[in-house]
């Protein structure tokens, strides 16, 4: 196992629904990451955070929320996702500050699925 | 413009093939270069990091190109357990780019 924890595994949600994906990292890294894979297209950045504060949010729509407490916990809350939405979201953690050692760990990922 | 252009394949060689997969990238302020291994519907794990001088490890073997702005994956005497998706990764900064990756079978 890689360290990283994400919860759950498969998602099954209305447009409607409200739901969060959890991840929790082992590592002792400070910076975590949530990823975006749709088919056939490369993983997409959605955001970054570093020692709890938000450092990137690649123009993600707001119906994504992330939430950091903590540098081992990172959420990403849902709210009227579309079908398009669809993917596979993993979420990743590194150490910052490592220069050409920095590594990218990845949780399992959750399989969403928007109907 | 892509940061990161891989060849998709897929790729399907025989069992004991040696195969070869490239990549490019367009940033050459790039600091740190990966190949991640993934699975059909599972995470990416890291294969190996790339670096200029060339690395091994064991029938793989990764190289970096700075002035070319290639990064290149050989994998020699293919297993079958070796079929996956290989996914190419840029670091700069904070930030990791990556490949659309590319489909590799091995055959039997």
């Known amino acids: 196992e890689t360290g990283v924890t994400q919860t759950p595994r498969h998602l099954v949600m209305g447009m409607t629904n409200k739901k969060s994906l959890k991840c929790e990292q082992h590592?002792?890294?400070?910076?975590m990451y949530w990823y975006k894979q749709s088919a056939k297209k490369p993983l997409e950045l959605m955001f970054v955070?570093?020692?709890?504060?938000?450092?990137e949010n690649n123009s993600v729509p707001s119906r994504f929320s992330p939430e950091c407490p903590n540098s081992s916990h990172l959420f990403l809350h849902l709210h009227t996702l579309q079908p398009e939405d669809s993917a596979l979201y993993l979420c990743?953690?590194?150490?910052?500050?490592?220069?050409?050692?920095?590594?990218?760990?990845f949780g399992s990922g959750t399989q969403l699925s928007v109907l | 413009r892509k940061e990161v252009e891989q060849d998709p394949g897929p790729f399907n060689v025989p069992e004991g093939a040696t195969v070869a997969f490239n990549c490019t990238y367009s940033?050459?302020?790039?600091?740190?270069f990966f190949w991640y291994r993934q699975d059909c519907r599972k995470e990416p794990k890291l294969l190996m990091s790339?670096?200029?001088s060339g690395n091994e490890d064991g029938r793989f073997t990764a190289q970096l190109n700075r002035a070319s702005q290639y990064i290149s994956l050989l994998i020699r005497d293919s297993k079958l357990s070796d079929s996956a998706t290989y996914l190419c990764?840029?670091?700069?900064?904070?930030?990791?780019?990556f490949g659309t990756g590319t489909s590799l079978t091995v055959i039997p």
């Open positions: 955070y570093n020692f709890k504060e938000q450092t």
């Open positions: 990764v840029v670091n700069e900064g904070n930030q990791f780019y």
């Open positions: 940033n050459s302020a790039s600091q740190s």
């Open positions: 790339v670096y200029s």
């Open positions: 590592l002792g890294h400070n910076a």
């Open positions: 990743a953690s590194s150490q910052p500050g490592q220069g050409v050692g920095e590594k990218l760990f």
